[in-house]
Structure formats: structure tokens, C-alpha cells
């Protein structure tokens, strides 16, 4: 069962690959009235100050884009200020023909990798940006030298007019994982070069713990879990999958439960990782993003063979919003019960 659980990242991963590649054959999204706010995207320059991106009206057809009206309203909530001792990195700003950026040492680009996932949360670059792209707006051209000034290699995959790209970047050893070194994205874009999906593979890195991100973007549209009624060799592994259809992006939580009595029990404490097996319980999670106000299935956002998903309010006692309000009370530890009975196949 541990050896299985090992392999359930790079599943994921290879699983959403494939879909970036078929979701790339869906038509892209045309102006009319209907109209979402995303983050613009910072195109590239090899200029050493660079500007962070501000958020845009984006249009989308109604045509092509699933509406989507969620049952309950998400409350207004202060956000969490993330601090860091590292310095700002520049994300990378527009011109009109990419220039390849001057390439760095390993080391170099462990550090920038570093800052880069310590100030994602900039208010200016939030999500469903990253590093600088946003799904549905950012070409793929105009993001690749930036990646490629900092990967240690690029994996191009293609099938007819679907295009993909594997970015394998050195990390630091401060946030290494047993059996990787390296931090993973996804990219896939479409005949046009617009990028429409990115995955973001999980890292143990502070700052994206569930709390965090809840604070920071409200309550969520659905919430979606799974796990075992019982320990297998050991381990009990607990599946959070926090999904933001308007905004366009998922937050996938890996986590160790606990059999407690009749209940599975899990916590979701601020930078708890297992320190023995931070490959497979690792403190971020796995970030999916997509075009704004285009709905994504559970199968598209977790395309894992012969995994179930269940929607949180079948199987606990808690509905997002009142998810929201636990895990954002300083007064309540952020726990999820489940009876474990419900787990039993």
C-alpha cells in the first residue's frame, strides 16, 4: 500500500498531462456581455526590474463557458499577509518578441524557484496566476523563456493541435523531498498558444497550508474528499480537494489521518508535513489553475484511474461555507471527522 500511495503524485501528474493535452482541443472563448475578473498576465523581458501584473476584465462566450452559480455566497474575510525573509523575484513582463533570458546555475535558479513560491500570494498575481500566466490570457511563447532561464529541462509533448510541456526546475534543499530535488509544472496550451491549464506540483513549502489560502480566497464553491475506513501498512491517507470554480483553480491536499473510535480523523495544522515521508505528505499542495469561469469536473481536476471522490457534505457534517468558517477560526483546530464506516468498500 506505501509503495502505492509513493506513486499517487506521479500518477496525478502524468494523468493531468494527458488531459492538458485534450482539454487543449475545446474552442477558445470569444467576447460578448458575460464577463469574469482575472489576473493579467506579466508577459516576459530579460529587463532586471519587472512589474507584477494587475487584474483585467476577461470576456467570455457563453457559447463555450459553463455557467456556474454557486449555492451559497462566499463572506468577505481579511487576508493573510505572508511574510518573507527572502527578497522579491521579478516575474517576467511583456514584449512583443520574446527574448530568450540569460541561463543561471542551478543553485541560482533553487533560489529564485524559492522566492517565487514564498511571493505567489502577491495580491497582484493571485490565483489562477502563476509566476506571471494566467489560463486564457498568457501565450505559452511568452512565458517559455522565463522557464526555461530557470530549468534544469523542458519535456514537449503534443498530440494533433494539443500542445503540453513538463518544466523541471532544481529546488532548494530547504523544501527537497525524499526522492525528488526537483519542483514540477505543468503546462498545456492550444493551437493559438494560449495556455488554458496548469498543474503545479506539491512542495514543502510553508504558506499554502488549508487556512492560509482559505483566509485568502474565501469560502469555496465545492469541497471534495476520500480516504480508507481503516490504516493500510501504516497509513492512513486523507484527500482534500479545495476547488474554486469561478476563480478557476483547485488546491489538493494530501494528509496522514488518524482512526480515532468510530471516526477517521484529520488535521490540517499550518506547515505540518510528515517529516519521514515528505514525498508523500509534503506541507503545500497539489495546484491546479484553468481559465477563469470555465468549469472543471472532479475527474478533470484529480484524474486519477479508479479514484472516488465524494463531496464533503455526504460524508461529514460540515458544507464549505461552514468548512470556511472552522478552519478560519483561530478558536477551532482546522479538523475534518468523518465516520469511518462511510469508508468501507
Not at 108 to 132: H, I, R, S, Y
Not at 313 to 339: G, M, R, S, V
Request: glycine share 4%.
Amino acid at each position: 500500500m506505501s509503495k502505492n500511495q509513493l506513486n499517487l503524485s506521479k500518477a496525478l501528474l502524468l494523468g493531468f498531462l494527458l488531459l492538458l493535452l485534450t482539454l487543449s482541443c475545446q474552442p477558445t472563448a470569444k467576447n460578448n456581455n458575460q464577463t469574469v475578473v482575472a489576473t493579467l498576465v506579466v508577459p516576459i523581458s530579460s529587463e532586471a526590474a519587472m512589474v507584477l501584473p494587475t487584474s483585467t476584465p476577461v470576456s467570455l462566450s457563453s457559447n463555450t463557458t459553463t455557467s456556474i452559480t454557486p449555492t451559497w455566497t462566499p463572506t468577505s474575510s481579511p487576508t493573510i499577509s505572508l511574510i518573507s525573509e527572502l527578497t522579491s523575484t521579478p516575474l517576467p513582463t511583456e514584449t512583443s518578441t520574446p527574448t530568450p533570458w540569460p541561463p543561471i546555475s542551478p543553485d541560482e535558479a533553487a533560489n529564485k524557484v524559492l522566492a517565487l513560491l514564498t511571493d505567489n500570494q502577491n495580491p497582484d498575481c493571485l490565483l489562477p496566476c502563476w509566476w506571471g500566466a494566467t489560463p486564457g490570457v498568457t501565450r505559452w511563447q511568452d512565458i517559455e523563456p522565463f522557464l526555461n532561464s530557470l530549468a534544469r529541462e523542458i519535456l514537449y509533448s503534443s498530440s494533433g493541435d494539443s500542445f503540453g510541456a513538463e518544466v523541471i526546475i532544481p529546488l532548494p534543499e530547504s523544501v527537497d523531498m525524499i526522492n525528488s530535488s526537483d519542483y514540477h509544472a505543468f503546462y498545456g496550451w492550444n493551437e493559438s498558444g494560449v495556455i488554458h491549464g496548469i498543474q503545479v506540483a506539491p512542495t514543502n513549502i510553508s504558506g499554502f497550508d488549508a487556512t492560509t489560502m482559505l483566509t485568502r480566497y474565501g469560502v469555496p464553491y465545492e469541497v471534495w474528499l476520500t480516504t480508507l475506513d481503516e490504516p493500510r501498512e501504516g497509513v492512513l491517507p486523507f484527500q482534500l480537494i479545495i476547488v474554486y470554480q469561478r476563480q478557476g483553480f483547485s488546491l489538493h491536499y494530501y494528509v496522514d489521518a488518524t482512526r480515532n473510535s468510530e471516526n477517521v480523523t484529520v488535521c490540517f495544522e499550518s506547515g505540518a508535513v510528515e517529516e519521514e515521508r515528505p514525498d508523500m505528505f509534503p506541507a503545500a499542495p497539489r495546484i491546479y489553475l484553468w481559465e477563469p469561469g470555465q468549469k472543471r469536473t472532479i475527474q478533470q481536476i484529480s484524474p486519477v484511474p479508479l479514484e472516488r471522490y465524494f463531496p464533503l457534505e455526504t460524508k461529514t457534517d460540515l458544507t464549505p461555507q461552514t468548512l470556511y468558517e472552522k478552519f478560519t477560526n483561530p478558536d477551532e483546530p482546522p479538523c475534518i471527522d468523518t465516520p469511518a464506516d462511510l469508508w468501507k468498500y
